[in-house]
């Protein structure tokens, strides 16, 4: 009985401590896809930059972090980019996420090139 419930709680552990590995702004935009509006979205995220895309127009957030160097790791930057999309009616209805690390640039603009 003991061995199944440390692996029951081990188990349970490692799913909660994995949610901090995601970062809160693709949990947010998870959770309201079709249903928030553009508004409800800048007001939660912060500015959004209009750019072209494959589709029309989406919309760019960017959220920029320093990496200090430490013990041979250089020194960077993250760089998480979001890109989303909306309808006609101004409703969240697909985004991306990607991250990128650049080394040695401190201010990478943009976050990659297209």
């Known amino acids: 009985m003991k061995p199944i419930f440390l692996l ?9 401590g994995c949610v901090l590995l995601i970062p ?15 508004t409800e979205v ?3 995220l912060g500015t959004l ?6 589709n029309g127009i989406t919309w760019l957030y960017e959220v920029r972090e320093e ?3 430490h013990r041979g790791t250089p020194t960077g930057f993250w760089c998480d980019e979001y890109r989303l999309a909306f309808d006609e009616k101004g409703l969240l209805r697909d985004w991306t996420h990607r991250s990128f690390f650049h080394k040695g640039e401190l201010q ?7």
């Open 42 to 44: 800048q007001q939660k």
């Open 24 to 38: 809160w702004e693709c949990r947010y935009l998870k959770a309201v896809q079709g249903r928030a509006t553009f």
């Open 108 to 114: 990478p603009e943009p976050c990659q090139d297209e």
């Open 49 to 54: 930059a209009q750019v072209g895309g494959p």
């Open 67 to 69: 990496q200090p160097s």
């Open 8 to 16: 029951l709680v081990t188990l349970v552990s490692l799913l909660c």
